[in-house]
């Protein structure tokens, strides 16, 4: 029977496409070619990774394209590995883009070799041929196709070169069906045919491929051996036959595949691609060789993120400052007319929903914006993992690795983005130490607070040595969670994607995609509070909840009583802990009613406090909602107590 739809069917039947590649090889970047702006983005059911769906129309013909997790192998190892496999066996896919990285051609044959061993049907993107061009690599893809029996189709995704050809070749082999693998040498070939032969005589059948599964099972797979446990007499068998492979070749199993696999690519790789002159040394490389010297690439990693924080701090304050002007001039303008018509309604408008949005805009919005503009342009430039690599000693002390300094960093924009970006580390034990970190890295929000308060009104150094406390502490925290609990920390392995010039256009729509959470979400929360405060300070109603914490804010704290305030609406969006607290003084001049020791300690305890509702949200989605009560504890905890010290030592040090 012919896997072609019936005449008329086809131009109905959707097509499912799904991309698979090592990590930065340019599987988003074919996938954003393909899908534009119709894509959507969630989890894979019951997993934390992100699942990323598009759809485009090509000849009438829907296609809905699964950008899979970025893999090396499919060894499972990894949730990513665990997800991408059961994916693929799944047979949903009715065609799979392996995208591979022309400039390494036979590491990247590898996951292509185990794709064809699962008989998925595979198109091969081989795409970055420009790239591969300019260090001198000439590659056959129509001899490449022939040796590897799929299609194969030179593309250069940042450009959109060959996305039509490709195309064409996911409808030509959407109609073929399930593909086949290559055979490896004869000693492994003949394991693998007694193994399968083993497998079609058992009566626990598989709802796989027998090779795939023969091959697993040699392989001493755990996951695939659980599935025939009640047939001891075949894992008798197979363990009989593993062990025999084992005595003639002289390695553990699993090294004997993975090495048939690995000459397989590489004689592949090799008839495939040559070296067509030796390769001039570009300025590219140049660069990139003094932005991961030992010496010079630490100073320019200091001086790079100098300029990040002082450009966060120049641009956001001046455009602070000029909505601040605008908002106060729209007040003053509004303020008789509304007071004329309706007092009760006039206060509560301009108090609390003007004001509200002023305050909104002015203190938070310029950081945020300005922040994710620059991170943008470090991970479009591809400098982000050239960092991570340089601070991979530092990280190591911590019991992590230089990845961690990517979520790290996006803690000083935002909590939330940062804690899911803790995916990227390969253990539950990693990720864990990491989340307990990030939610105390000074984000976009409460670096308002260190600004609009120590910065201005104690000075910058002040705001500075709040920064430098903060990361003092995060380094002794992750100290302390290291040896406590305690594992083999995991190596750095990471791809370093190309240098490249960042677009402007792109740059904006990133700006844009992320600040749009606090636009849509943030801002009519705060509004929402500011009215409430508004209303409560009205009917005289807040000065009974700020008392009740009176004894934390005054006895412990040494602050106002008012700045109780601050802690409650600081749980909802630390944007409103500083707004509220200007709405129930009546005034941005926090100097009128704190001293430069209340100020410093009252900033230091809102860094260090749980950043908001949403991050103790995405904590409870991302490891359960013990260990998510357990880090907002400490985080509290440790807010209150280095507040208290801090305000014992200022007020010894006479401020």
């Given at each position: ?84 496999r ?33 008989n998925?049907p ?8 420009d ?42 082999r ?45 392989e ?75 010496f ?40 008789d ?7 009760v ?51 190591h ?7 961690a300094?990517?979520p ?116 009519p ?131």
């Amino acid at each position: 029977m012919s896997d072609r739809p019936p005449a008329g069917e086809e131009q109905r039947h959707p097509i499912t496409v799904a991309l698979a590649g090592n990590p930065n090889v340019g599987k988003s970047s074919i996938f954003n070619q393909l899908t534009g702006l119709n894509q959507t983005v969630g989890n894979w059911p019951g997993k934390t990774v992100e699942r990323a769906e598009g759809v485009l129309v090509y000849k009438g013909r829907r296609i809905k394209i699964i950008d899979l997790p970025g893999i090396y192998s499919l060894s499972t190892f990894s949730e990513e590995e665990v997800i991408t496999r059961d994916y693929i066996l799944s047979g949903e896919a009715d065609v799979v883009i392996n995208v591979v990285d022309a400039t390494a051609l036979e590491r990247n044959l590898y996951l292509t070799l185990q794709l064809l061993e699962m008989n998925a049907p595979v198109v091969i993107a081989l795409n970055m041929m420009d790239e591969a061009s300019r260090k001198g690599i000439e590659i056959d893809p129509k001899g490449l196709s022939e040796r590897l029996g799929v299609p194969v189709v030179s593309v250069i995704a940042i450009s959109g070169l060959g996305m039509t050809e490709l195309m064409e070749q996911v409808l030509a082999r959407s109609a073929l069906g399930k593909g086949r693998r290559l055979l490896y040498g004869k000693e492994v070939e003949s394991y693998i045919a007694n193994t399968s032969g083993y497998l079609r005589s058992s009566e626990l059948k598989p709802p796989y491929p027998i090779d795939w599964v023969a091959i697993k099972l040699l392989e001493d797979d755990p996951a695939v051996k659980e599935i025939f446990l009640k047939d001891a007499t075949l894992l008798r068998k197979v363990d009989a036959l593993l062990k025999s492979m084992e005595a003639m070749h002289g390695e553990p199993a699993p090294v004997i595949i993975a090495s048939e696999r690995y000459s397989l690519s590489n004689r592949i790789a090799g008839a495939s691609a040559s070296q067509r002159v030796e390769p001039i040394r570009t300025v590219e490389e140049r660069v990139d060789n003094l932005l991961s010297h030992r010496f010079a690439g630490y100073l320019i990693l200091v001086v790079i993120l100098g300029i990040l924080f002082y450009t966060i701090f120049y641009f956001g304050g001046i455009a602070s400052f000029l909505i601040d002007e605008a908002f106060g001039q729209l007040i003053l303008l509004l303020r008789d007319p509304l007071y004329s018509f309706n007092p009760v309604f006039g206060e509560l408008f301009l108090n609390g929903v003007v004001f509200g949005i002023g305050a909104a805009t002015s203190i938070a919005l310029p950081y945020i914006a300005t922040f994710y503009f620059l991170l943008s342009v470090l991970e479009d430039t591809g400098y982000l993992p050239r960092a991570a690599f340089l601070l991979d000693s530092l990280m190591h002390k911590i019991g992590l690795h230089g990845k961690a300094f990517i979520p790290m960093l996006l803690g000083y924009g935002c909590s939330v983005p940062a804690c899911i970006g803790c995916r990227i580390m390969e253990t539950k034990r990693e990720r864990l130490i990491l989340g307990a970190l990030v939610v105390l890295i000074p984000c976009s929000a409460r670096t308002v607070i260190i600004l609009g308060v120590a910065g201005t009104y104690v000075g910058i150094w002040a705001a500075l040595a709040i920064y430098v406390l903060d990361l003092a502490i995060v380094l002794a925290i992750g100290r302390l969670l290291f040896k406590v609990l305690p594992e083999e920390p995991v190596g750095l392995i990471m791809e370093m994607p190309r240098l490249r010039p960042f677009k402007v256009k792109t740059i904006l729509k990133k700006t844009w995609f992320k600040t749009k959470d606090f636009v849509y979400m943030a801002l009519p929360l705060i509004v929402a509070g500011s009215f409430v405060v508004a209303l409560a300070g009205y009917l005289n109603v807040i000065n009974v909840v700020v008392s009740a914490l009176s004894p934390v804010t005054v006895g412990l704290l040494g602050l106002p009583v008012g700045t109780g305030i601050a802690l409650i609406f600081g749980l909802l969006r630390k944007e409103l802990a500083l707004i509220m607290l200007a709405t129930y003084f009546g005034t941005t001049n926090f100097a009128l009613f704190m001293t430069p020791a209340q100020m410093l300690v009252f900033t230091i305890v809102m860094v260090l406090y749980i950043p908001c509702i949403a991050t103790f949200a995405v904590l409870i989605r991302e490891y359960g909602a013990k260990r998510a009560l357990a880090i907002t504890l400490m985080n509290i905890t440790l807010a209150i107590a280095v507040g208290f010290v801090a305000m014992k030592v200022l007020t010894l040090a006479g401020l």
